[in-house]
């Protein structure tokens, strides 16, 4: 990873940042740049202006909690299960699915009467359920995809991230409060935005690498005729050995998939559970230095975004709005602007011990949920200072 020197530092000059930028982004396509880009921009911007627009979908009685609920759990829930089964599905496939999920959660949402009564949010919220399930789906799917196109594509992905969280919660502020669109046809303009996910896929990404590497695995796998007669149950004790003119790999891929499965179920249940354990302590061995801290980080960030920043108040006449409703979407609009800023710094600048920006981010909910209590920060512009701290933080210990 390249570094850059601190700036004031005897080692710091615009020669020097200008050839470790090209050092950086040395051997890097600009296509897949683009294209994973867009990747990061679309599969997380619905999230972000759905938890942007939480206020206008549930109104001020509802807790805005119930909107990080439905935007949350189903993506968390995906992530668990999807890796199961998802590789059984193809990229091209999984590319439509993502689209028509995420275009009618919104649809769903902008469509439905602007009520606040139980069932109309009850709607509404099935659409936030739907674009999370894509949103969780997509960002299993895309990561997995960073894997054929090199660390570039990872870092595109994660800027992308950040980008959806700007562009997002921006666009939204300015279209439903500088603007003055109203919130479903601004919803019904971002259920099209999807639609860009199959271009950059399609259009955008060379899928050499991917049909490559496809290629490869159909090799592995192939079985030929003849090899599926290398070993034969009603032959096995007169001819054990393999020739030894086939290579190792391909005879024994044959021998396991075209014999039959002889292993007991207790002994397949028992080796599952060998794995499971396996896999526990390998968790248990990851969740101090790396789970714990990453919690710790998400959960006061979401606690102050949901939580604490629709409290953040001051008066009307000592801000520069109109309503109150526009302090909410503010914020959530500056915090974008740092986690995008914080994210798009990975090809440069990487957090190696996670605990310091998760005690921040407490330091930041702490301060915020006091301030909240007892009203002792006397200026809006302080606590926009604050919350853009807290995006740079959260930016930070991403990818």
Known sequence: MTTFPMPGSPAASWAVYRARLKAAFAGADHRVYIAFWLFGLLNNLLYVVVLSAALDLVGPAVPKGVVLLADVVPSFVTKLC???????????VRIFIFVALSTCGMLVIALTPPLHDPRTIAIKMFGVILASLSSGAGELSFLGLTHYYGHFALAAWGSGTGGAG????GAYAIATTTLQISVRTSLLFFSLLPFIMIISFF?????????????????????????????????????????????????????????????????????AWKTFKANLRRSRGLFFPFMFPLLLVYIAEYTINQGVAPTLLFPLESSPFDEYRSFYSTYNAIYQVGVFLSRSSTPFFRVHHLYLPSLLQVGNLILLTMHAMFDFIPHFYIVCIVIFWEGLLGGLVYV
């Open 82 to 92: 999807a890796p199961y089964f998802i590789h059984l599905i193809p990229y091209r």
């Open 166 to 169: 700007l562009i997002g919660a």
């Open 203 to 271: 259009l955008i990404l060379p899928l050499g690498p991917l049909r490559t590497s496809y290629a490869k695995l159909a090799q592995y796998e192939t079985i030929d005729e003849p090899e599926s007669q290398h070993y034969h149950p009603s032959h096995s004790q007169s001819s054990p050995q393999l020739p030894l003119d086939e290579p190792e790999h391909e005879d024994l891929l044959s021998s396991i998939r075209s014999t039959p499965d002889f292993t007991s179920l207790p002994s397949r249940q028992s080796s």
